[in-house]
């Protein structure tokens, strides 16, 4: 009788709206209950019931009431739903579909699902990997949830789901684009191409590479200096700024490279063959030359030009670096020309560094961690590679090669494709200069900092302290970097300007800047130039393919490292996040980040304070671990399921300080 009065609901109604509301974003945890988190300082707690008509991480307005003397939070509006399209895997309930979706706070929920239209239900298996779109929803007046399954990534038990589910997840392609039969030069009528055929360039690859996309020459002069000539592959001979194929490679931005396999940008018959720089085979290319002084300054007789050229040697890293660091390689010995244009290089290579470490910024060096697979996709080895003599060799011509470019672009359109960096967050200067220099001693200030000069200097200052803490805690004060078509300055590596050209086989950006440098070679404008949207294009798909990366790398640690708690193996681990929860750490070895939480440094948490912003962790009032700290650690977790890796200190706190022990920390 009272459910359906009128009188009853208007009441209820007007109860309702007298109550206070709040917007806020759900956090569920694992117990069934929630919080409605409005702000960092401000959060009510969502009874079971009422988490029932949300999910983690939607955005809702809230009606905040109080039930049993405390204030809770009842959800009421959906303002934004978190879970949209998202990757899961199949449960089966009595033969009806459900789907749990991939997320860690999601795992133990379970939402009923059926399939799109031309899919059959009876094809999906427990546990498959799917991706689906949630379709109904409680807060949007729905009778519960419901998902839609889309499509299926692949079954159950498959080794390549690491590769496949995350390629999925960041809706990225999981195959190269398809290719065209007869590939034609398209170049425009006015472009001459010099015949560069007998000039004898080099390429320095890894030892499996296929689309070798830059070429080398250099020639030492009686006075010291270097003449370089870079020659880069060229894409754009083929393909058109108004071609299908030009779309395809828009739309993916950027070869996707995996642990383990790459997808990349352009068909393989393009990159790995009809572009690549193959020894012996004559290829179109784009060209830069100019002299670099044996002081290192990069000169003013900067030219590009078209030509076709021919690789006289295809060199590997390892052995180049054995060469040139030993003086022989058991696997490599070169010709008398060659042997020539190598050294040239690596002299050129010293010079140009130099001039950086004094001028701009060297990035210290880090080892490149490389996952060896077997035939069925099992880890065989991790390894921790260093750049050798030969990379930092190609990486100095490659850096030069794309200043040339900035400097170039810029005088020519005053536009292009630029990598920029704006060095600090204009709100975090002060905090900075006081952090660094906080009795005014050294040249430091908020005034020289926000110059790309000082900006510079304090980098290779904190380069060259004992201790990577203060790097460590003012990154976190830095801008990001970005893709943008002004010519601005790159602060993080000391330079005026940065536009990459020397990878257009993976990178669109690097496309254009060929069609805009072409554009400059014949004095015309370009077929194609920079547009505002092509920077965030560009940032997002390399945002992607950075996370589809690192999950997949954090798959496979996890697959590897599954046993090491049980081991007890110890690493080295080197801190490089604390925040109020703990600190994160990268293993050494292989690194492989994992999870410390303050529970395993100290079990006393009244002791232990772990402050995010100085980036310490201290132990009854005293630093114990600041960011760049290396600790022995073993692992104490770890996680198949979420991917995640828990790790705890072998050092061990005592539980109980005796007085004496207590006085002096106070004092």
């Not at 472009?191 to 250099?218: C, N, Q, W």
């Not at 739309?251 to 990159?271: C, K, Q, S, V």
């Not at 547009?531 to 997002?540: I, K, N, P, R, Y």
Request: hydrophobic share 40%.
């Amino acid at each position: 009788m009272f459910q359906d009065n009128p009188l009853l609901a208007q009441l209820k109604q007007q109860i309702q709206e007298t109550l206070p509301k709040k917007e806020g974003t759900i956090k569920a945890t694992d117990k069934g209950f929630g919080f409605l988190e409005v702000d960092s300082k401000t959060s009510f707690f969502i009874p079971p019931p009422y988490m029932k008509k949300c999910i983690h991480g939607d955005k809702v307005k809230a009606i905040i009431r109080t039930e049993k003397e405390r204030e809770v939070a009842e959800p009421e509006e959906l303002l934004e739903q978190s879970l949209t399209r998202f990757i899961g895997r199949v449960k089966l309930f009595k033969g009806k579909l459900n789907v749990t979706p991939d997320h860690p706070q999601l795992k133990k929920m379970s939402l009923k699902a059926k399939v799109k239209k031309g899919l059959k239900s009876d094809d999906f298996k427990e546990g498959d990997w799917v991706v689906a779109h949630l379709i109904r929803h409680p807060l949007k007046g729905d009778n519960g949830f419901f998902v839609e399954i889309s499509e299926k990534i692949t079954d159950a038990d498959d080794k390549i789901a690491p590769w496949w589910v995350t390629l999925a997840q960041n809706d990225l392609p999981n195959s190269e684009p398809a290719g065209i039969d007869n590939w034609e030069i398209k170049d425009d009528a006015d472009l001459e191409r010099i015949d560069m055929t007998h000039i004898p360039f080099v390429t320095i690859d890894g030892e499996s590479t296929k689309d070798m996309d830059d070429a080398l020459y250099a020639k030492k002069t009686e006075s010291g200096d270097f003449e370089l000539t870079i020659a880069i592959a060229d894409p754009t001979a083929y393909i058109t700024p108004d071609s299908e194929m030009d779309k395809v490679a828009r739309e993916r931005g950027f070869t996707i490279y995996l642990p383990g396999r790459n997808i990349p940008m352009l068909p393989r018959d393009l990159a790995d063959e009809l572009c690549s720089l193959i020894e012996n085979e004559v290829r179109p290319a784009l060209c830069c030359s100019v002299t670099i002084s044996k002081d290192g300054v990069i000169g003013e007789d900067i030219k590009f030009f078209s030509a076709n050229i021919k690789s006289h040697a295809r060199l590997v890293y390892d052995h180049v670096s054995d060469w040139i660091e030993s003086g022989s390689s058991d696997a490599w010995q070169p010709s008398e020309e060659i042997a020539t244009i190598v050294r040239d290089l690596y002299e050129f290579s010293l010079a140009r560094a130099d001039w950086r470490e004094t001028h701009a910024v060297v990035f210290p060096d880090r080892p490149d961690y490389r996952f060896e697979l077997s035939e069925d996709n099992d880890v065989v080895a991790i390894h921790a590679d260093m750049r050798r003599s030969a990379n930092r060799l190609v990486e100095e011509a490659m850096i030069t090669a794309n200043i040339c470019a900035g400097k170039t672009l810029q005088a020519s359109f005053d536009s292009g494709v630029f990598n920029t960096h704006a060095g600090f967050k204009p709100e975090k200067v002060e905090d900075v200069v006081a952090l660094v220099n906080p009795e005014g001693e050294l040249p430091f200030t908020a005034d020289s900092v926000v110059t790309l000069e000082g900006f510079a200097a304090l980098r290779r200052w904190l380069a060259t302290q004992d201790t990577s803490y203060l790097d460590n805690r003012i990154r976190k004060s830095q801008a990001y970097s970005e893709i943008g078509n002004q010519p601005l300055p790159h602060y993080a590596m000391g330079l005026e300007l940065y536009a990459t050209w020397t990878s257009p086989i993976r990178k669109y950006g690097d496309m254009i800047n060929h069609r805009m440098l072409k554009a400059h070679i014949l004095g015309k404008e370009p077929v194609q130039t920079a547009d505002e949207s092509v920077g965030e294009e560009l940032a997002l798909h390399r945002k992607h393919h950075k996370m589809a990366e690192r999950n997949v790398g954090d798959w496979l640690y996890a697959r590897t490292l599954i046993e090491e708690p049980a081991k007890e193996t110890k690493f080295n681990g080197e801190i490089f996040d604390i925040n109020r929860a703990g600190m994160r750490v990268r293993l050494i070895e292989n690194g492989a980040a994992a999870f410390i939480p303050g529970s395993l440094i100290l079990a006393n948490k009244e002791r232990l304070e772990c402050n995010g912003e100085n980036g310490t962790v201290s132990v009854d009032k005293e630093i114990e671990y600041r960011l760049g700290d290396v600790l022995e650690v073993v692992l104490a977790e770890v996680n198949l399921e979420n991917r995640n890796l828990v790790a705890k200190p072998t050092r061990v706190f005592a539980d109980v300080k005796t007085a004496e022990e207590v006085a002096p920390a106070a004092e």
